[in-house]
């Protein structure tokens, strides 16, 4: 069952004059593998850090650094939760995040999904339908 969805726009180029304009950003933000990559990486990840606040209804108890955006062996990107930031995904019941992220034309996006298992009884209600 989904549980939540986020998106988020970045604009690169003003990311870039950002992070230029306030380098303890990049610590504040990102992993310190992260902090490693390219500006326009980085506003890819910025973007998915935001669009998974907004799957998760707000940022109580979430951490800019405790999220962390690794690619899987086929290059699929995925998130890698640390912290109170992974405690507070559990105790909402998600177990799964989907992410997507791209970026083009000096702009970089990123969507998030956070599935939850089916609610409680639902597959109960379904029972009792094919009963009658």
């Given at each position: 069952m989904i549980v939540g969805i986020g998106i988020d726009l970045v604009d690169i180029p003003r990311f870039e004059q950002t992070?230029?304009?306030t380098p303890?950003?990049?610590e504040r933000l990102f992993s310190p593998s992260e902090q490693l990559l390219k500006p326009r990486s980085l506003a890819a990840r910025?973007?998915?850090k935001e669009a998974l606040i907004k799957a998760l209804g707000g940022s109580d108890g979430v951490h800019w650094t405790e999220i962390e955006i690794t690619p899987e062996a086929s290059g699929r990107p995925w998130f890698t939760l640390t912290g109170s930031t992974a405690e507070v995904v559990a105790a909402r019941g998600i177990t799964t995040l989907h992410l997507s992220m791209s970026h083009d034309a000096g702009l970089a996006t990123a969507y998030v999904?956070?599935?939850a298992a089916g609610a409680p009884g639902a597959d109960t209600a379904h029972?009792?339908?094919e009963e009658a």
């Open positions: 992070l230029a304009r303890r950003l990049r910025y973007a998915a999904v956070a599935e029972e009792e339908e």
